[in-house]
């Protein structure tokens, strides 16, 4: 609703009445509204997915759930410093995004290591398991 309603009101703004600074802040909102609609859908579409995969064939042990629980928590967190970022541009906000997105990026890289240890783990000493994911 919120995406429609920012489309709707720069949708009556005329670009060409506007000066060159505006002109490229309102294009800069426009694809950031875009890029936002666009994440919003791959993010729920691979959340459904992956709710879905986990109550048919519980495949997430509390370990896996708790770290992808976790990098949802964080996903969030930093989509709420970009916003903030984006509207304010405040640099030492946007440091802190920076050096949050490399953490985020450093955990996901841990966290998928972990992933595969336990699959390793789980392959070794569970035939049934192995064919389940297969």
């Given at each position: 609703?919120?995406?429609?309603?920012?489309k709707?009101?720069?949708?009556?703004?005329?670009?060409?009445?506007?000066?060159?600074d505006?002109?490229?802040?309102?294009?800069?909102?426009?694809?950031?509204?875009?890029?936002?609609?666009?994440?919003?859908?791959?993010?729920?579409?691979?959340?459904?997915?992956?709710?879905?995969?986990?109550?048919?064939?519980?495949?997430?042990?509390?370990?896996?759930?708790?770290?992808?629980?976790?990098?949802?928590e964080?996903?969030?967190?930093?989509?709420?410093?970009a916003?903030?970022?984006?509207?304010?541009?405040?640099?030492?906000?946007?440091?802190?995004?920076?050096?949050?997105?490399?953490?985020?990026?450093?955990?996901?890289?841990?966290?998928?290591?972990?992933?595969?240890?336990?699959?390793?783990?789980?392959?070794?000493?569970?035939?049934?398991?192995?064919?389940?994911?297969?």
């Open positions: 609703m919120l995406h429609s309603s920012i709707l009101y720069l949708a009556q703004i005329r670009q060409n009445q506007l000066g060159e505006d002109s490229r802040r309102w294009a800069e909102i426009i694809d950031t509204a875009l890029n936002l609609q666009q994440s919003a859908t791959i993010i729920n579409s691979m959340a459904t997915e992956v709710v879905k995969k986990n109550l048919i064939s519980n495949i997430f042990p509390p370990a896996g759930t708790k770290e992808l629980n976790t990098l949802i964080r996903l969030q967190n930093n989509l709420s410093l916003m903030s970022v984006f509207v304010s541009g405040d640099i030492d906000n946007t440091r802190r995004l920076r050096r949050a997105k490399h953490r985020f990026r450093l955990l996901n890289q841990r966290y998928a290591y972990a992933h595969v240890e336990r699959l390793h783990k789980q392959n070794v000493q569970s035939p049934r398991y192995q064919q389940s994911t297969c």
